[in-house]
């Protein structure tokens, strides 16, 4: 299979999970709270707590699949400005728990590749969650 053709499976899957998130009323509660449960019987009590894990796990992966069609909306070097926070050239800033988007050498490809991590802070200085050995300034980066 090709990799557009497995796009394009991931916009449908897309498609079907805010579907199902949507007749469980899960986008509306977050906790399955609108589905009518006998909460008398042992057997839905379980049903709805499996549910509750599944649907938890499924938006989590429709987050994914939307967070991967969003355009680019800037790619930029990353500087540290006076304060010690990280920002774009556009002025987008990142601190501890924020998501990035980096092109990083790794030893698996021949050509730096896009790796989505976290930005994390030690207290003195923000690092890549995971690649804490390389320094943010100067990191080509990219915001969506």
């Known amino acids: 299979m090709e990799l557009s053709m497995a796009l394009v499976q991931m916009k449908g899957l897309k498609c079907r999970i805010d579907d199902i998130l949507s007749v469980t009323t899960y986008d509306e509660y977050a906790d ?52 010690g926070e990280y920002r774009t050239e556009k002025g987008h800033y990142y601190h501890s728990g924020n998501l990035i988007e980096v092109l990083l050498q790794d030893g698996s490809h021949e050509v730096p590749c896009w790796v989505q991590t976290k930005v994390e802070y030690d207290g003195e200085d923000y690092y890549l969650a995971g690649y804490e050995e390389i320094a943010m300034e100067g990191l080509e980066v990219r915001v969506r």
């Open 32 to 83: 399955l709270r609108g589905l009518h449960v006998d909460h008398e019987d042992s057997d839905q009590l379980f049903q709805l707590k499996e549910l509750q894990v599944i649907m938890r796990k499924l938006a989590a992966i429709g987050g994914s699949i939307e967070y991967l069609f969003r355009p680019v909306q800037e790619t930029s070097i990353l500087h540290r400005n006076e304060n």
